[in-house]
Nanobody, 118 residues
Framework: QVKVVESGGGLVQPGGSLRLSCTVS????????MKWYRQAPGKERELVAG????????TYAEFVKGRFTISRDNRRKTVTQQMNSLKLEDTAVYYC???????????WGQGNQVTVSS
């Protein structure tokens, strides 16, 4: 059984930082691209960041470049997203996704709320 479990969300003031973690089990982790998505109220889910299966390449949405950092540990089967200089518009439910590198099929986590508010 595949499990994708996120942790680390919460409430933070503008300009603050949070670190999201995602732990995966039940699959061969290094066969999967890992991505973070987010969905704000009333908006569609959008891609935030991604990292290749070997961790060698990382991509970011323009709206988080320079503020967010994605990383992965294939030994621990985890992916993290360090979020700095958070803005009000970063408020959303953040989802971790494990995506098979050959089929693009994947698995979603349950989502983790991040709220940026003064």
């Amino acid at each position: 059984q595949v499990k994708v479990v996120e942790s680390g969300g919460g409430l933070v003031q503008p300009g603050g930082s949070l670190r999201l973690s995602c732990t995966v089990s039940g699959l061969t982790f290094h066969y999967y691209v890992m991505k973070w998505y987010r969905q704000a109220p009333g908006k569609e889910r959008e891609l935030v960041a991604g990292v290749t299966s070997d961790g060698g390449r990382k991509t970011y949405a323009e709206f988080v470049k320079g503020r967010f950092t994605i990383s992965r540990d294939n030994r621990r089967k985890t992916v993290t997203q360090q979020m700095n200089s958070l803005k009000l518009e970063d408020t959303a439910v953040y989802y971790c996704r494990a995506e098979d590198i050959t089929t693009n099929n994947g698995y979603w986590g349950q989502g983790n709320q991040v709220t940026v508010s003064s």
